[in-house]
């Protein structure tokens, strides 16, 4: 199996960028070509050190870096889901989808699954707030599949593909993840209330608006989209409150 630019630079996925510097330095002094003696080892060692120049300059560039681990963790996903024995049919995986030892496979651990999630949806956020709904979603997702257990994860992958009007099941689907994960943050159930609004579905809009204000009756959002929707969401008493405070 080809070595990833990790395992070419013989450090973890988790590497910091100090790690992973130090690491090209040593290697780039041990196999630089100059070591060579004779046509062949010259030859060996300037394939081995290109290798070696490609993951570096891959991987210190943050955005680089970023893409890349998206596309090492679908590969690994492909692996987790492909492997198998050929005569018992038993899956080679292990806990968690991670491959099996034996299986040729390295086996990536909880942390670096972590990192890799955080480095995804860094990248996913830059591309949101640029308005790259749909490639954000993307690398939000990535970020879900290597860390399920971050809400704002799942509720900012509902708001781009809310915003890239595609995956309304999916966007569902992930707000609703977002808000058992952290059922306190109103902010997940303001993302749910619009992706139902997106949608037309203003029954749903409003039973979630009103949700919102059984936690937080003062919630100004939640108020004036119920009030729009026709829902009663800024009572009387609520207007005169904001009055006397204006005054």
């Known amino acids: 199996m080809e070595r990833d630019y990790y395992q070419i630079l013989e450090v973890t996925r988790e590497a910091s960028e100090k790690d992973i510097k130090r690491a090209y330095h ?4 041990e196999r630089h070509p100059d070591k060579g003696t004779t046509p062949e080892q010259i030859q060996q060692l300037q394939e081995e050190f290109s290798l070696i120049s490609t993951a570096y300059n891959t991987l210190k560039d943050t955005e680089k870096r970023a893409e890349y681990d998206v596309r090492l963790g679908k590969e690994d996903a492909r692996r987790s889901e492909g492997e198998s024995e050929p005569s018992g049919g038993k899956a080679t995986t292990a806990a968690g989808g991670a491959p099996a030892a034996g299986t040729g496979a390295r086996t990536v651990g909880p942390r670096e699954r972590a990192s890799i999630a955080q480095r995804a949806y860094s990248k996913g956020m830059q591309l949101f707030n640029v308005g790259d709904f749909p490639r954000a979603s993307e690398f939000l997702e990535a970020a879900i599949k290597n860390d399920d257990s971050q809400a704002l994860y799942h509720a900012k992958l509902a708001a781009a593909l809310m915003r890239a009007h595609k995956g309304f099941n999916r966007a569902v689907s992930a707000v609703q993840r977002a808000i ?8 997940h159930r303001l993302v749910q209330g619009e992706i139902y609004e997106t949608v037309g579905s203003k029954t749903k ?25 026709g829902g009663s969401g800024v009572s009387l008493l609520d207007k005169v409150r904001r009055y006397f405070k204006r005054h």
């Open 26 to 29: 040593r290697l780039a002094r």
């Open 180 to 187: 058992e994960l952290d059922p306190y943050n109103v902010e």
């Open 205 to 229: 809009a409003i039973a979630t608006y009103r949700e919102i204000l059984k936690w937080d009756a003062s919630n100004v959002q939640a108020q004036e989209r119920l009030s729009a929707l």
